[in-house]
C-alpha cells in the first residue's frame, strides 16, 4: 500500500525559513506527479506547488511564487517543499499529494481532484 508521510513542519518567524520533506513508501516515487497543497483553518485547500514525474516541470501558486521550491530525489523517494520569507498567511497545514496519473498528462496539475494520493498533512505556524 502506498503511503505518503509528511514532515518539516513546525514554529517559524515571519522571514524564516522550513524545508517540508514527503516520504512515499510502498511504491517508487518515479512516474508520479507531485504535489503539496495547504489548508488554513475555516478556508478550503488550495494548490502551493508541484512537479512533474521527471522533474522537468513544476507550478505555483501566485502567492508563493519566488519563495517557495519544490524539488524531488528519487532516489530517496521523497519530495521537498523549501520554504523561505515565510509570511504569517502562509500559517497552514501543509499536505503532500501524489498524481498515479502523470505520465498521461501534459501539464502538471494544480487541482486537487487530480491528485489520488494524500499524506496526513504537516502544520506550519508562522508567527508575526
Known amino acids: 500500500q502506498v503511503q505518503l508521510v509528511e514532515s518539516g513542519g513546525g514554529l517559524v518567524q515571519a522571514g524564516g525559513s522550513l524545508r517540508l520533506s514527503c516520504t512515499v513508501s510502498g511504491r517508487t516515487l518515479s512516474r508520479y506527479g507531485m504535489g503539496w497543497f495547504r489548508q488554513a483553518p475555516g478556508k478550503e485547500r488550495a494548490f502551493v506547488a508541484a512537479?512533474?514525474?521527471?522533474?522537468?516541470?513544476?507550478d505555483y501558486a501566485d502567492s508563493v511564487k519566488g519563495r517557495f521550491t519544490i524539488s524531488r530525489d528519487d532516489a530517496k523517494n521523497t519530495v521537498y517543499l523549501q520554504m523561505n520569507s515565510l509570511k504569517p498567511e502562509d500559517t497552514a497545514v501543509y499536505y503532500c499529494a501524489a498524481d498515479s496519473n502523470a505520465l498521461a498528462r501534459a501539464v502538471v496539475p494544480s487541482r486537487t481532484k487530480s491528485y489520488d494520493l494524500w499524506g496526513l498533512g504537516t502544520q506550519v505556524t508562522v508567527s508575526s
Open positions: 512537479i512533474n514525474w521527471n522533474g522537468a516541470n513544476t
